[in-house]
């Protein structure tokens, strides 16, 4: 074949081999997050804002902003009253109003754009929208550097660049997965653990930039859509099949081995708790499951991974049987994974013998041994002594009149790994970057059948 059309051809098959991904890619990355940082019951009726390049104000519509004003005031004030926001300068002149939603941005960019609010440091902008009395805040900030605030709070930044480079991707697959999950309350992920943690810059430490930025528009993605990624503190020698902790089946989120993980020396990876049948019959109850005083705890099915898939807590009145994750989330005061096992706890009880009584017609327990009294050749006697005598004429038995039996005060749990079990362990994840794997390498690994793709 000539080199020229040998070039084209390859040329050809080059640009087909890309298309799908360009046509038919189902999913996007977003430059901007909008991420709700005072909203619900923390929603405020004024803030100050600060930032030492001045503002503009205007208006977003979604991640679009339109400026307004300008101005070289360094500290703001936002309030509403009646339905109205209103921003103020440091000398009380009203510098903007508005009925709608007031886009408040510092007069910088890239790195640069940061803004303080009442004293807390954050990236990026602020969209205030009326709710009623209040104001919900939204932060509007750069994906990436609303990642910088998050990865801090998720792995410690003092991790393997590696590591911290696996756990920026799965961060930023979670923006992408669920942004607009607050879209009726004006914004896609909340500050707290509901969606990801985060905080401003406050976390921020020289190790949470470079694992950001080197992964930069990276999303793992799984027959052409963005894959569903998790990750838990630590798990053991296995991670979980999600069908067996969530009950639905996702193709890469498999059991794998987890053998890079230290589980013997770090924190929560080798765990043991006891409850007591008090506090066991408590939850119970006020998690509405009243099968009375609880009498014993049983594993009844385990994964191949060695994690409960089955446990029965049976009661004075009923036993219920829970499965899957609900074998860790039901008493979450002590098991901190689903990989455990249960040992009654028995203490000794003194526990009188039970004496059979007939009269020939009808038997009955006699209820105080005490009280009992026998009718010997010398007259009625008190039962007296710490044993009974039975004889057949040849030989003779003692029983015990008062003897001490096991009775069970609590249930005892041991346990393996921190967390849900299912996706990466954070842990493994630092071993593997320890032992040289590059972050592709461990999230190909924990996401088996996944692709590493860039998004523009
Ligand atoms: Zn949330």
């Known amino acids: ?11 050809v098959l080059l640009l087909l081999s890309m298309l799908p991904q360009l046509v038919f890619a189902e999913y996007s990355l977003p430059q901007f997050v909008r991420i709700g940082l005072m909203h619900g019951n923390g929603a405020p009726k004024t803030i ?37 926001i209103q921003v103020l300068d440091a000398q009380g002149t009203l510098l903007d109003s508005a009925t709608g939603s007031i886009g408040i941005k510092p007069n910088a960019s890239g790195k640069e754009q940061k803004l303080r609010i009442d004293g807390v440091e954050y990236r990026g902008a602020l969209d205030c929208i009326p709710d009623g009395t209040v104001m919900t805040v939204v932060n509007v900030v750069f994906l990436d550097h609303y990642l910088y605030g998050v990865i801090s709070r998720e792995m410690s930044p003092s991790w393997h660049i590696e590591a911290l480079k696996a756990q920026a991707v799965c961060a930023r697959n979670y923006v992408a997965v ?38 930069t528009r990276q999303v793992l993605t799984y027959d052409g859509k963005l894959a569903e990624l998790y990750y838990s503190s630590s798990m053991g020698p296995t991670t979980e099949d999600v069908k067996n902790v969530w ?5 890469y989120l498999i059991s794998v081995d987890n053998s ?15 409850l007591t049948v008090e506090e ?69 009880e003194t526990q009188q013998a039970v004496l059979y009584l ?54 005892r749990f041991d346990g393996t790994g921190w967390g849900h079990s299912v996706g990466m362990s954070q842990y493994g994840a630092k071993g593997m970057a320890e032992a040289g794997h590059s972050y592709v390498e461990i999230v190909l690994h924990y996401f088996p059948g996944t692709n590493l793709e860039n998004v523009y």
């Open 280 to 348: 066991a019959t408590t939850i119970m109850r006020n998690k509405g499951y009243d099968v009375g005083d609880v009498t014993e705890i049983k594993v009844l099915e385990y994964t191949p991974n060695g994690r409960v898939l089955k446990m029965e807590v049976k009661g004075t009145k009923s036993k219920k049987t829970f499965e899957r994750e609900s074998c860790r989330t039901l008493f979450n005061t002590v098991t901190k994974s689903q990989m455990f096992s249960v040992t009654p706890v028995k203490e000794g």
């Open 178 to 215: 669920h942004l607009n999950k607050h879209g009726s309350a004006g914004f896609d992920l909340c500050n707290n653990v509901h969606c990801q943690a985060y905080s401003g810059t406050r976390v921020e430490t020289k190790g949470s930039y470079a694992p950001v930025d080197e992964t």
């Open 358 to 411: 007939t009269d020939g017609t009808k038997t009955g327990e006699a209820s105080d041994l005490k009280k009992l009294t026998i009718l010997t050749a010398s007259g009625r006697k008190t039962l007296s002594g710490s044993a009974l005598y039975a004889s057949d004429g040849k030989t003779q038995a003692s029983y015990a009149a008062v003897k001490k039996v096991a009775k069970t005060t609590g249930f």
């Open 247 to 251: 009950g639905n089946s996702v193709p």
């Open 48 to 84: 100050k804002v600060e930032s030492e390049h001045g503002f503009l104000l205007g208006n977003y519509n979604q991640r679009e902003f339109t400026e307004r004003i300008q101005t070289e005031e360094t500290s703001l004030t936002v309030s509403i009253t009646d339905g109205t």
């Open 1 to 11: 074949m000539p080199k020229r059309i040998a070039a084209i051809c390859l040329t």
């Open 260 to 274: 890079y993980e230290d589980t013997e020396n770090i924190p929560n990876g080798v765990w043991s708790d006891v």
